[in-house]
């Protein structure tokens, strides 16, 4: 698991690294400085091409200066430097960097406040303006100077934050700041990289070591954590010898209705092939045959209108309400019985939770434990508007808390929100998946782990990775558009093996 800071916990971090490694700021710069230029070489490794870098006063400015200076040893040789001297303190580092720049060849420009910017013919421009230090919205000579790069055809390399972005807090709806291609950013990955509001700023970012102190990273305690493959690796069981279909567990899977079935069939998928030891579908009756036929491991217990269903509830170990099911008086008073006589934690997604959000007193016999997986939307609808995803992530935290639930937060970084206050972030998945129906799969894997044993958290952190992992597997060898979510539940078992090897 990987923690994710703040700004100000990365000022903390940072300092201590220099205090107790110990590093001089400067060397520290040097350091980061090197990263990005080893990345960078990488990516851009024509020596001919022109590349302008602009640097503000503080350490970003800094570190730009120190890049120029290392690109420039690499041979590359159309550099130019712009100092964008628009406030009126520099950083000590800026200055010994500005020192070591102004030694070699590399042509230097000042642009003053108020000043009218040069034309800009570079392809690439690095942007070291400002970075982890911004501390109000562009305005001003910056917001010009951002607004001017941007309107250029070139491709933007930034350096740790694109200038302008928040590295954590709330992205209001006009903010300016630059459109970087890629972000070479340093030690880990931003809280708000993770979040919608990036894709205007961030088409791809790249976090380089620069030996930030782990441990002290770690005692920081964030609320932020990043998952990683060896967390999901230390989770997930094989499965054992002398085992039987009553060792993993049976699920119930309460969805469906005549025209959204299919719902209930990936979900019911997602159940199954991720290891349940049995599933059983609670459908109309109207989708018994297409149950039969689309996967004939599933049992069925058919609905019938508004008569309630002939419920086993110590049969099951997880029960998982909502995909396909409608909002209507039948499927309230079947959420409100289900609620109210299972007595374990249950999954709910879709319109379980639509119906959670009409209905705030079934709130009230919602079992500690329960996992809610809302989209967006879903999310709006259960907790009211959100301007931002920052504040999405807010809501979840404090609601997990209130209410001693886990709210999986779907996006493309799906986001879990812990009883115990902790907001993880998965990192697998890809646009490949973003189609109707992989909802439903993840809630029925989900189930499938809860029946199998895991707790609900391991279920949640481990269902999402696996999840997208599937997706990743399949979409990203073949350069897939689309991956549909039948297709995904049956990648299930390979993607869970792989973790268990
Ligand atoms: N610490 C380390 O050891 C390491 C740090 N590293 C690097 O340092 C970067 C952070 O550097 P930093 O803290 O100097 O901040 P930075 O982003 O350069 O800007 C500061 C200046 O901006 C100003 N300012 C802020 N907002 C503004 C606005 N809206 N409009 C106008 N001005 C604004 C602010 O002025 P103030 O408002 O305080 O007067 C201040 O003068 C980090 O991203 C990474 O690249 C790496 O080298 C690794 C080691
Ligand atoms: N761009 C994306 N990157 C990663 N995962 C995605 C992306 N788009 C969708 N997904 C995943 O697909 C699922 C979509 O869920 P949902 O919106 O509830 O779909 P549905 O209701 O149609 O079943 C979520 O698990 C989400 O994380
Ligand atoms: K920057």
């Known amino acids: 698991m990987l923690p994710l800071l703040t700004s100000a916990q990365i000022r903390e971090a940072d300092a201590f690294t220099i205090a107790s490694e110990p590093v001089a700021s400067i060397d520290l710069m040097e350091r980061a400085a090197r990263a990005f230029v080893g990345w960078f070489i990488n990516h851009f490794p024509d020596r ?3 590349v302008s870098i602009y640097c503000g006063m503080g ?5 730009g200066l120190a890049i120029a200076r290392m690109l420039h ?3 590359y040789s159309h550099l ?3 100092i964008a001297r628009y406030n009126d303190k520099s950083s000590a580092d800026f200055i010994i960097n500005l020192q070591r720049i102004q030694a070699t060849a590399v042509p230097v420009v000042q642009l003053n406040k108020g000043e009218d910017f040069s034309p800009e013919s570079s392809t690439i421009i690095i942007d070291a303006l400002l970075g982890s230090g911004l501390n109000k919205a562009l305005d001003g000579d910056f917001k010009r100077l951002v607004e ?4 250029l055809s070139s491709t933007v390399v930034a350096v740790d934050i694109p200038t302008g972005f928040f590295a954590d807090g709330e992205i209001h709806q006009n903010t300016v700041a630059i459109r970087a291609e890629l972000v070479i950013t340093f030690q880990q990955a931003k809280i708000n990289f993770l979040l919608p509001e990036a894709a205007e700023f961030i ?3 790249q976090a380089v070591n620069i030996g930030i102190s782990e441990s002290f990273t770690r005692s920081l305690n964030s609320p932020y954590q990043f998952i990683e493959e060896q967390d999901i690796k230390r989770v997930v069981k094989p499965r054992g010898r002398f085992s039987n279909k009553g060792t993993y567990g049976h699920s119930l899977i309460i969805a469906g209705a005549a025209k959204t079935m299919g719902a209930a069939l990936l979900c019911a998928a997602g159940c199954v092939y991720a290891g349940s030891g049995l599933t059983t579908a609670c459908i109309p009756l109207s989708g018994l045959t297409a149950l039969n036929s689309y996967l004939p491991e599933i049992m069925a217990l058919t609905r019938d209108g508004d008569i309630l269903p002939d419920i086993d509830w110590a049969r099951y170990k997880a029960i998982a309400i909502g995909p396909g099911l409608g909002t209507g008086a039948d499927a309230c008073e079947l959420l409100a019985f289900v609620l109210s006589n299972f007595g374990k934690p249950l999954v709910i997604d879709a319109d379980g939770i639509n119906l959670l959000a009409n209905r705030y007193e079934l709130w009230e016999s919602l079992t500690e434990g329960s996992i809610l997986t809302p989209h967006m939307k879903e999310f709006d609808r259960l907790f009211g508007d959100h301007h931002n995803w920052w504040a999405r992530l807010q809501t979840a935290r404090q609601q997990a808390i209130k209410r001693k639930i886990y709210i999986v937060l779907k996006n493309d970084y799906t986001i879990t929100a812990t009883p115990q206050g902790k907001l993880y972030f998965n990192s697998t998945g890809n646009a490949a998946m973003a189609t109707g129906g992989m909802g439903d799969v993840l809630t029925g894997l989900l189930t499938s782990l809860i ?5 609900a958290e391991e279920a949640c952190l481990a269902g999402i990775y696996i999840h997208g992992k599937a997706g990743d597997e399949l979409a990203l060898p073949n350069r897939m558009n689309v991956v549909l979510p039948g297709r995904l539940a049956q990648q299930l ?5 792989k973790l268990m090897a």
């Not at 350490?59 to 570190?63: H, R, S």
């Not at 078992?493 to 093996?497: D, E, F, I």
């Open 48 to 50: 001919n091409e022109e």
């Open 59 to 63: 350490n970003n400015g800094g570190d």
């Open 73 to 75: 040893e690499h041979g």
């Open 80 to 82: 130019k430097l712009i």
């Open 148 to 151: 001017h790069l941007n309107n």
């Open 203 to 205: 088409r791809c970012w």
């Open 451 to 455: 029946a199998q044993g895991y707790t």
């Open 493 to 497: 078992p390979l993607t869970m093996a």
